[in-house]
C-alpha cells in the first residue's frame, strides 16, 4: 500500500473524493470491530528522533529495549503475513516491522482498515533488519486518530503555492523542509530571548491596541471598541511604550510582538510580522550597531553552526565586523551622486526623473532622497553593511548629528539587498520631539500622507520628565529568518501568512 496522490479536495473541489470515502468505510469498519478511531492519551517512552538516536550504534546482531513510540503512518508494505511501515513524528521516522504471529491474527487483520496519514501508537523491541535498517519489530499497536483525507505523496509533496499557504497544515504534513524551517523560526527567537537576557534585557509587553498609532512611517489598521465606543488603532511599532519604559528607569527592554501595518503584499512584506524591539539607556546608535553585529552573527553560529549563509543565490558571510559607510559616502560610492545636492529640490526631482521614479510626493525632499536610495544604492548592498547618518525629514524620532543637524544619528543594516534592522540614538529632547511631530502633522496636511506620525502628547509629556540618552534597534524577524532559511518569499516563514479571500 503506497502513499496516495492529493485528490480533488486539496485542489479547490470539496465533493468527497473516492480515496475519503474509501477511508470513511474503512473508519466505520474499524467502530463496528470495536476500535476507537479518535482514541486518549498514548504513552511512549520518547519522540521517535530521541529513540532513533538512543540506538544509533546498535549493531545487527543486538536486540535493543522495548520502546513505545507515537506518530503519523507515512507508508505501509504487506506481504502476505508480515508488513513493514514507516511512522513519523516532527523529530524524525522510523521503520515499523508487524507480523501475524506476533501480534496476533484479529489485529494484524485490521491492518486492512488502516490508512496513509493515520496516527498509531506501536510498541515492540528496536533491532536492526538484515539491511541494517533501524526497526520497531511490533508486539501491538493502537488507533489513535483515523486520516479521512489522504496526505500529499510523499515523495514529491505539495507543490502547489497557493494549497500551500491557504493549508498550512497540508503543507507542513508533506514538506519535511518546511517544518525544518519554522523549527528554526522558533530558535531563532528563542535564542533571541537568551542572549539578550544575557545581556541584561529585561523582556515586556505593551498594548497591541492603542489610541494613537506612532512609532514608524506607516498606515495603521483601524478597530472599534463598543463598551468604550470608540476607535482604536493596531500597533505599526512598539517603540513609543518601550521608550516610556526607559523613561520610568527600566534601562535595558526589548519586546519581540506582531506589528500590524495596512500595506501591500508582496515577496517581502506581509501586513501582520513579527518585530524585535529594544532600548539600551545610556548606549547610542555605535553600541547598537555593535549589538545588532553581535546578536545576528551569535544567532548564525548557533543555529546554522556557520557565519555563511545563502540566500536568493548569494552567499553571505555574517561574522563581524560588518561593513559601515554612511548615506553620503553611499550615494558617492554606487550612485556618484552628491548627497549635499539632493537636498535641494530641483536637483532631487531631476535625479528622480533619471531614475523614472513616479513620485507622489514631489516637494518633499526627504521622502525624494530615500526613493532615490532604494534604486540607485540598495541593489549594491548584497554583504551586510551600515547604512548611517539618514536625513532628518525621514527620522523624526532620531537624534540630530550634532556636527551636521540635517542629519541623525540613526542606520539602516541592509543583506542581500533588503532592509534588516533600523536603529537609531533616540531623540529624547521633548521640544524637538514635540516640533518634528508637528512638522509630521504638516506632511500629513499637505502631502495627505497616512503614514505620517501623529501627535502623541502622552509621549511628550513622558519626555519631559526625563529620558536619558538612548540607543534603539527594530529588527524585521521574519526577513532574518528568511536569510537564514534562503526562503525568497516571507510567506514561506509566516505559518498563516494573509490570502486574498477566494471568489
Known sequence: MKAEVINATESGNESISEHMEMRIKNRDQLTQLGVNVYGSRYPTTGTIGEVVEKHKDLKESEEGE??????????LRGHGKASFGDIEDVTGSIQIYLKQNKIGEDKYKLLKFVDIGDFIGVKGKIARTRRGELTVFLEDFTFLTKSLRPPPEKYHGLKDVEIRYRRRYVDLLSNPDVRRKFLIRSKIISEMKSYLESRDFTEVETPSMSLIAGGANARPFTTHHNALNMDLYFRIATELYLKRLIVGGMDRVFEIGRIFRNEGIDTKHNPEFTMLELYWAYADYTDMMNLSEELISHLCEKILGTHEVEFDGKKLNLKPP??????????????????KKLRELDYARDIAEKYELNLERKEDVGYIINKIFDVSVEPHLVQPTFVMDYPIEISPLAKKKEDDPSLTYRFELFMANSEIVNAFSELNDPVDQKNRF?????KKELFHDEEAHPLDEDYIMALEYGMPPTGGIGIGIDRLVMMMTDSPSIRDIILFPLMKQKD
Do not use: N, P
Not at 513505545?68 to 507515512?74: K, N, P, T
Not at 559601515?324 to 559616502?329: G, K, L, Q, V
Not at 508637528?438 to 504638516?442: G, H, S
Open 66 to 75: 522495548e520502546v513505545s513510540i507515537a506518530g503519523r503512518l507515512m507508508a
Open 322 to 339: 560588518f561593513a559601515r559607510i554612511t548615506m553620503e559616502e553611499a550615494f558617492r560610492k554606487y550612485a556618484d551622486i552628491d548627497m
Open 438 to 442: 508637528l512638522d509630521q502633522l504638516k
